[in-house]
């Protein structure tokens, strides 16, 4: 069962990271340091095929960590997985979509104090709106990490996203960073603000008026409507999906996205042209899940600027540190 970490004494030495539900807990250097120790990790996978010294004893037994997501997921929820095994700790998860008693009326926070109170040793979950998750995931007694948390934030997403830019152009600070598409929908732009800001980053957004965030929530941001004229702007330009399943305004609510995708992408989709207006030092990203066609033509996923897999890749290292740097520091 998970011990009560409640006392203070206990608090104190908690890593930064164990209730990680947004990245606005963290301090620039909290964020170097995983950034520093998610390289070690990456070099000790080259050399062993884990992320720890096979020739060193471990200090500690394998963990057991419960992954809850409550929307659906490829690449977060695969790699938290691959990061755990590497690590050399054990996964459960649930289908909250065809396995459990949510089909049967339970709620999301019963389900959750349900899991926690089988003893897992941490919990990752991801969900929309719930406000009875809000006010039970900072009291539980194990570490709980975001895996994404409606169109709020996804802190694992922008630090992976950080790092890929450490690695690709040397450091964050400096870097102009052009997110373009559906930022006021996007957990994953909102998090990219806090973190990449945080680091030393100019922060651009580009989209339809309807996309773009309100100027006074985020008055640090600079703001461009058109594409053609932004792109000799930035050193990295990121994409988003357009998730008119998110949108409440009448002309896009209950549109299909075959409907709307070529009025998009004739505006603010990247394509063979613009990628040569695209700075050749610049490198090129997205999140993901990419609708081709719509956000990026076919052919940016061959431009050797695009770093998109390296993102994927990256997200296992961050997620590594993470869970390294929690049971590392309880």
């Known amino acids: 069962m998970p011990s009560n970490r409640s006392d203070s004494s206990a608090a104190t030495q908690r890593s930064p990271f164990f209730t990680l539900l947004d990245s606005r807990v963290l301090t620039e250097n909290a964020i170097l340091s995983l950034f520093s120790h998610a390289k070690e990790?990456?070099?000790?996978?080259?050399?062993?095929?884990?992320?720890?010294?096979?020739?060193?004893?471990?200090?500690?037994?394998?963990?057991?960590?419960?992954?809850?997501?409550?929307?659906?997921?490829?690449?977060?929820f695969m790699s938290f997985q691959m990061a755990a095994f590497r690590l050399g700790h054990q996964v459960i998860t649930l289908d909250t979509g065809t396995g459990s008693s949510i089909l049967k009326g339970e709620t999301d926070d019963d389900t959750v104090a349900n899991v926690v109170a089988m003893g897992p040793d941490a919990l990752v979950i991801r969900y929309n709106r719930s406000p009875g998750l809000e006010r039970?995931?900072?009291t539980l007694p194990i570490p709980v990490i975001s895996a994404g948390i409606g169109v709020s934030s996804h802190p694992?997403?922008?630090?992976?996203?950080?790092?890929?830019?450490?690695?690709?152009?040397g450091a964050v600070r400096g870097e102009r960073v052009l997110i373009v598409g559906d930022v006021a929908h996007s957990r994953v732009a909102r998090s990219n603000f806090d973190v990449l800001l945080k680091l030393g980053a100019e922060v651009g957004v580009c989209g339809p008026d309807h996309f773009l965030p309100r100027a006074d929530e985020f008055p640090q941001l600079k703001i461009f409507r058109n594409l053609d004229e932004a792109l000799e702007w930035p050193t990295v330009l990121m994409g988003l999906r357009v998730q008119l399943e998110r949108h409440e305004d009448p002309k896009l609510k209950g549109r299909s996205i075959d409907d709307y995708k070529s009025e998009y992408h004739a505006e603010f989709g990247l394509n063979g042209a613009r990628l040569k207006k695209l700075r050749p030092d610049a490198i090129i990203m997205h999140p993901g899940p990419i609708n081709h066609g719509i956000e990026f033509a076919p052919e940016v996923m061959e431009d050797p600027r695009c770093r998109i897999l390296e993102q994927v890749k990256n997200g296992v290292l961050i997620r590594a540190a993470i869970l390294s740097k929690i049971f590392s520091e309880e």
């Open 41 to 76: 990790l990456g070099e000790l996978y080259e050399k062993h095929g884990i992320f720890f010294d096979p020739n060193k004893p471990k200090s500690a037994p394998s963990k057991v960590i419960a992954c809850l997501f409550f929307e659906a997921s490829t690449r977060t």
């Open 136 to 138: 039970l995931l900072p």
């Open 156 to 169: 694992t997403q922008a630090l992976l996203d950080a790092y890929t830019i450490a690695e690709a152009r």
